[in-house]
């Protein structure tokens, strides 16, 4: 069994900057694919920023250049650097994972953490 704990949100000022930290705990494959999804209250859960096993990084265009994706796998930690932000970025931030067949990311996002608030004011 794996437990993900988001922590690192808050609130902050436009063009002001956060680090989101997520900590897994169990044993997490070394073919695991990560991600970060955002909620706002309303909207579906979206993908921000994604990482697989190889380091590969991918951001939509909302948040490419600002928003960086990592990890430290000895710590079993996924963070999130989030830079320049704006009050559209107010959400309930998740770290969820999901395994890798051939490869390949099955987006099979299975573990969630229970999510950390950001908000950003004018």
């Known amino acids: 069994q794996v437990q993900l704990v988001e922590s690192g949100g808050g609130s902050v000022q436009a063009g002001g900057s956060l680090r989101l930290s997520c900590t897994a705990s169990g044993w997490i494959s070394p073919d695991t694919c990560m991600a970060w999804f955002r909620q706002i209250p309303g909207k579906t859960r979206a993908s921000i920023a994604f990482i697989d096993s190889d380091g590969t990084t991918m951001y939509p265009d909302p948040v490419k250049g600002r928003f960086t994706i990592s990890q430290d796998n000895p710590k079993n930690t996924l963070y999130l650097q989030m830079n320049e932000l704006k009050p559209e970025d107010t959400a309930m931030y998740y770290c969820?994972?999901?395994?890798?067949?051939?490869?390949?990311?099955?987006?099979?996002?299975?573990?969630w953490g229970q999510g950390t608030q950001v908000t950003v004011s004018d």
């Open positions: 969820t994972s999901a395994p890798e067949r051939s490869g390949r990311c099955t987006q099979e996002w299975g573990y």
